[in-house]
Nanobody
Framework: VQLQAFGGGLVQAGGSLRLSCAASGRTLITYAGGWFRQAPGKEREFVAA????????YYADSVKGRFTISRDNGKNTVYLQMNSLKPEDTAVYYCAAGADYGLGYDGGRSYDYWGQGTQVTVSS
Protein backbone atom coordinates (compact mmCIF):
# COMPACT_ATOMS: atom_id res chain seq x y z
CA VAL A 1 0.00 0.00 0.00
CA GLN A 2 1.32 3.43 -0.93
CA LEU A 3 -0.15 6.44 0.85
CA GLN A 4 0.00 10.03 -0.31
CA ALA A 5 -1.05 12.83 2.00
CA PHE A 6 -1.92 16.24 0.68
CA GLY A 7 -3.96 19.31 1.54
CA GLY A 8 -1.62 21.02 3.98
CA GLY A 9 -0.77 24.68 3.81
CA LEU A 10 -0.61 27.99 5.62
CA VAL A 11 -3.74 29.19 7.39
CA GLN A 12 -4.56 31.80 10.01
CA ALA A 13 -5.66 30.82 13.46
CA GLY A 14 -9.34 29.96 13.46
CA GLY A 15 -9.21 28.78 9.89
CA SER A 16 -9.79 25.35 8.37
CA LEU A 17 -7.96 22.82 6.24
CA ARG A 18 -8.89 19.43 4.88
CA LEU A 19 -6.21 16.82 4.57
CA SER A 20 -6.57 13.84 2.28
CA CYS A 21 -4.72 10.53 2.29
CA ALA A 22 -5.03 8.63 -0.95
CA ALA A 23 -4.03 4.99 -1.10
CA SER A 24 -2.83 3.01 -4.06
CA GLY A 25 -1.63 -0.53 -4.51
CA ARG A 26 -4.50 -2.20 -2.76
CA THR A 27 -7.84 -1.37 -1.21
CA LEU A 28 -7.97 0.19 2.25
CA ILE A 29 -11.28 -1.40 3.09
CA THR A 30 -9.82 -3.79 5.68
CA TYR A 31 -7.44 -1.23 7.16
CA ALA A 32 -7.78 1.24 9.95
CA GLY A 33 -6.70 4.75 9.00
CA GLY A 34 -4.86 7.18 11.22
CA TRP A 35 -3.39 10.65 11.28
CA PHE A 36 -0.35 11.59 13.32
CA ARG A 37 1.64 14.80 13.50
CA GLN A 38 5.12 15.89 14.45
CA ALA A 39 6.09 19.43 15.35
CA PRO A 40 9.73 20.60 15.27
CA GLY A 41 11.62 19.32 18.28
CA LYS A 42 8.73 17.16 19.45
CA GLU A 43 7.86 13.51 19.18
CA ARG A 44 5.26 12.25 16.78
CA GLU A 45 1.80 12.23 18.33
CA PHE A 46 -1.52 10.65 17.57
CA VAL A 47 -4.21 12.91 16.14
CA ALA A 48 -7.13 10.79 14.98
CA ALA A 49 -8.04 7.33 13.73
CA UNK A 50 -10.96 5.61 12.07
CA UNK A 51 -11.82 1.95 11.87
CA UNK A 52 -12.14 0.05 8.60
CA UNK A 53 -15.83 0.72 8.11
CA UNK A 54 -15.82 4.33 9.25
CA UNK A 55 -18.21 3.47 12.04
CA UNK A 56 -15.83 4.38 14.85
CA UNK A 57 -13.49 7.33 15.21
CA TYR A 58 -10.93 8.20 17.86
CA TYR A 59 -9.33 11.54 18.65
CA ALA A 60 -6.56 13.00 20.75
CA ASP A 61 -7.94 15.23 23.49
CA SER A 62 -6.20 18.22 21.94
CA VAL A 63 -8.25 18.03 18.75
CA LYS A 64 -11.61 16.73 19.95
CA GLY A 65 -14.46 18.91 18.78
CA ARG A 66 -12.28 20.62 16.16
CA PHE A 67 -11.07 17.82 13.88
CA THR A 68 -13.12 15.17 12.11
CA ILE A 69 -11.73 12.05 10.49
CA SER A 70 -13.69 10.29 7.78
CA ARG A 71 -13.12 7.89 4.94
CA ASP A 72 -14.47 6.97 1.54
CA ASN A 73 -13.59 3.35 0.86
CA GLY A 74 -14.87 3.67 -2.69
CA LYS A 75 -12.21 6.31 -3.29
CA ASN A 76 -9.60 4.58 -1.14
CA THR A 77 -9.14 7.82 0.77
CA VAL A 78 -9.09 8.95 4.38
CA TYR A 79 -9.74 12.59 5.26
CA LEU A 80 -9.02 14.88 8.18
CA GLN A 81 -11.16 17.99 8.40
CA MET A 82 -9.48 20.50 10.68
CA ASN A 83 -11.49 23.46 11.95
CA SER A 84 -10.72 26.19 14.47
CA LEU A 85 -7.03 25.70 13.89
CA LYS A 86 -4.58 26.95 16.49
CA PRO A 87 -0.89 27.82 16.19
CA GLU A 88 -0.11 24.73 18.30
CA ASP A 89 -1.57 22.58 15.51
CA THR A 90 1.42 23.51 13.36
CA ALA A 91 3.23 20.31 12.39
CA VAL A 92 3.89 17.85 9.63
CA TYR A 93 0.86 15.60 9.39
CA TYR A 94 1.27 11.97 8.43
CA CYS A 95 -1.39 9.52 7.42
CA ALA A 96 -1.10 5.84 8.17
CA ALA A 97 -2.89 2.58 7.54
CA GLY A 98 -2.79 -0.75 9.31
CA ALA A 99 -4.74 -3.96 9.72
CA ASP A 100 -7.80 -3.28 11.87
CA TYR A 101 -7.73 -5.41 15.03
CA GLY A 102 -10.23 -3.28 16.87
CA LEU A 103 -7.74 -1.73 19.30
CA GLY A 104 -4.53 0.24 19.51
CA TYR A 105 -5.66 2.92 17.10
CA ASP A 106 -3.62 5.60 18.84
CA GLY A 107 -0.33 3.75 18.67
CA GLY A 108 2.09 4.25 15.82
CA ARG A 109 3.08 0.60 15.98
CA SER A 110 -0.43 -0.37 14.90
CA TYR A 111 0.19 1.00 11.44
CA ASP A 112 2.17 -0.69 8.71
CA TYR A 113 2.03 1.96 6.01
CA TRP A 114 2.82 5.67 6.21
CA GLY A 115 2.45 8.60 3.87
CA GLN A 116 5.16 11.16 3.24
CA GLY A 117 3.67 13.92 5.36
CA THR A 118 2.13 17.28 4.58
CA GLN A 119 3.01 20.53 6.33
CA VAL A 120 0.32 22.44 8.20
CA THR A 121 1.26 25.89 9.45
CA VAL A 122 -1.14 27.97 11.52
CA SER A 123 -0.24 31.61 12.00
CA SER A 124 -1.40 33.63 14.99
Amino acid sequence: VQLQAFGGGLVQAGGSLRLSCAASGRTLITYAGGWFRQAPGKEREFVAAINWSGGSAYYADSVKGRFTISRDNGKNTVYLQMNSLKPEDTAVYYCAAGADYGLGYDGGRSYDYWGQGTQVTVSS
